[in-house]
């Protein structure tokens, strides 16, 4: 069955980066774009971009395009999402998603927790 | 980029109520809409997709309609597990943007 394993809880300083894995199985790994969405305590979704796994294209919200990189590992079918530049107004839950080509996120990562705090 | 605008932003019902949600976008994103479930704690959960196809093994007491730029949600005969926040998003055109949730409460 299809499975999303994202990376563990990480704790940054302000101005640090941060590096959240997500782990695909269960499917063809570079047939389905996987996307990022990150959540504030106690706030609403907030989409951040997403990475093609088969040439490893990236699309990015503009709120992140000067600090977000997103990559893939085909030989291990994990994607990579690296935030720079950390800021308190970072702490957040950072989930994947596998795209169902137009029709909505059906298997989501657990969520990985970033703290930013000094 | 395609705003989505959900209300209400809370909402107040009983067990055995229905109620509806609405999502506008910002320009028309044909039925490019998704609707979503979450849990305190736990990711969102997809619903609807394509505005008004249900996801395998979601109950059929949710339903979707709408296209262009008006859309609704439709939750009947309300369970005490149906009391979550709620979420749409478009997915015709990057940023794939959600509207601000609506949470749905016990009266």
């Known amino acids: 069955q299809v499975k999303m394993v994202q990376s563990g809880a990480e704790v940054k300083k302000p101005g640090a980066s941060v590096k959240v894995s997500c782990k695909a199985s269960?499917?063809?790994?570079?047939?389905?774009?996987i996307h990022w969405v990150r959540q504030a305590p106690g706030q609403g979704l907030e989409w951040m971009g997403r990475?093609?796994?088969?040439?490893?294209?990236?699309t990015f919200a503009q709120n992140f395009q000067d600090r977000v990189t997103m990559t893939r590992d085909t030989s291990t079918n994990t994607v990579y999402m690296e935030l720079s530049s950390l800021r308190s107004e970072d702490t957040a839950v950072y989930f994947c998603?596998?795209?169902?080509?137009?029709?909505?996120?059906?298997?989501w990562g657990q969520g990985t927790l970033v703290t930013v705090s000094s | 980029d395609i705003k989505m605008t959900q209300s209400p932003s809370s909402l107040s019902a009983s067990v055995g109520d229905r109620v509806i949600i609405t999502c506008r976008a910002s320009?028309?994103?044909?039925?490019?809409l998704s609707w979503y479930q979450q849990e305190p704690g736990k990711a969102p959960k997809l619903l609807i997709y394509?505005?008004?196809s249900l996801q395998s093994g979601v109950p059929s007491k949710f339903s979707g309609s709408g296209s262009g730029t008006d859309f609704t949600l439709t939750i009947s005969s309300l369970q005490p597990e149906d009391f979550a926040t709620y979420y749409c998003?478009?997915?015709?055109?990057?940023?794939?943007?959600f509207g601000q949730g609506t949470k749905l409460e016990t009266k």
């Open positions: 998603a596998k795209d169902e080509i137009g029709s909505g996120y059906t298997y």
């Open positions: 998003q478009q997915n015709y055109s990057p940023p794939y943007s």
């Open positions: 320009q028309s994103i044909s039925n490019f």
């Open positions: 269960g499917y063809v790994f570079t047939s389905y774009f």
């Open positions: 394509a505005a008004s």
């Open positions: 990475v093609n796994p088969s040439g490893g294209s990236a």
